[in-house]
Antibody, heavy 124, light 107 residues
Framework: EVQLVESGGGLVTPGGSLRLSCAAS????????MHWVRQAPGKGLEWVSS????????YYADSVRGRFTISRDNAENSLSLQMNSLRAEDTALYYC?????????????????WGQGTLVTVSS | DIQMTQSPSTLSASVGDRVTITCRAS??????LAWYQQKPGKAPKLLIY???ILESGVPSRFSGSRFGTEFTLTISSLQPDDFASYYC?????????FGQGTRVEIK
């Protein structure tokens, strides 16, 4: 069974840092691109960042570029998101998401499956 | 960036109704679009990918279609389990973008 388990969320003051982790199991982690998607309370889904299977290609949303860093460890089957200079608008549930397939015909693929998310709250 | 305009934002319907949700892309995305269902407190669940392909295990009352840059998710006969929020997602080009979501409520 494919599983994605996020951890590392919590309450942090504005300007602070937090590191999210995602433990993957049940599939060949090194064959899939991975993503972070967030959802602010009561709001819609927002893509945050993506990393290719060998970390060659990394993408960020404009809203987090320069503050967040995505990384992965294929030996440990883990995905991370280092979040610095956090703002109130970064408050959200952060989902770890796997790419839908191991090859890309388009620019990317659908997202599936999703972890259960880890909540990040930025507040003084 | 490709903008995904999803409508309606809220939809009130009854069990047995045929329901249609639309997403319009701001430019061509070929068929590179997925639909997800999200229930309160749960992670999104994939329903349809590549515009029209039903994910394994998803009931056949769900279907997707495409006409140019307009995509439609149809539920042929709404069931109690279908009251949820629905999102479209384009993966034609980065940055990957989502529609604003449609909440399907009980009428």
């Amino acid at each position: 069974e494919v599983q994605l388990v996020e951890s590392g969320g919590g309450l942090v003051t504005p300007g602070g840092s937090l590191r999210l982790s995602c433990a993957a199991s049940g599939f060949s982690f090194n064959l899939f691109d991975m993503h972070w998607v967030r959802q602010a309370p009561g709001k819609g889904l927002e893509w945050v960042s993506s990393i290719s299977r060998t970390s060659t290609y990394i993408y960020y949303a404009d809203s987090v570029r320069g503050r967040f860093t995505i990384s992965r460890d294929n030996a440990e089957n883990s995905l991370s998101l280092q979040m610095n200079s956090l703002r109130a608008e970064d408050t959200a549930l952060y989902y770890c998401v796997r790419d839908g397939r191991t090859v890309s015909v388009a620019g990317g693929n659908w997202f599936d499956p999703w972890g259960q998310g880890t909540l990040v709250t930025v507040s003084s | 960036d490709i903008q995904m305009t999803q409508s309606p934002s809220t939809l009130s319907a009854s069990v047995g109704d045929r329901v249609t949700i639309t997403c319009r892309a701001s430019q061509s995305i070929s068929s590179w679009l997925a639909w997800y269902q999200q229930k309160p407190g749960k992670a999104p669940k994939l329903l349809i990918y590549d515009g029209v392909i039903l994910e394994s295990g998803v009931p056949s009352r769900f279907s997707g279609s495409r006409f140019g840059t307009e995509f439609t998710l149809t539920i042929s006969s709404l069931q109690p389990d279908d009251f949820a929020s629905y999102y479209c997602h384009q993966y034609n080009s980065e940055p990957w973008t989502f529609g604003q979501g449609t909440r399907v409520e009980i009428k």
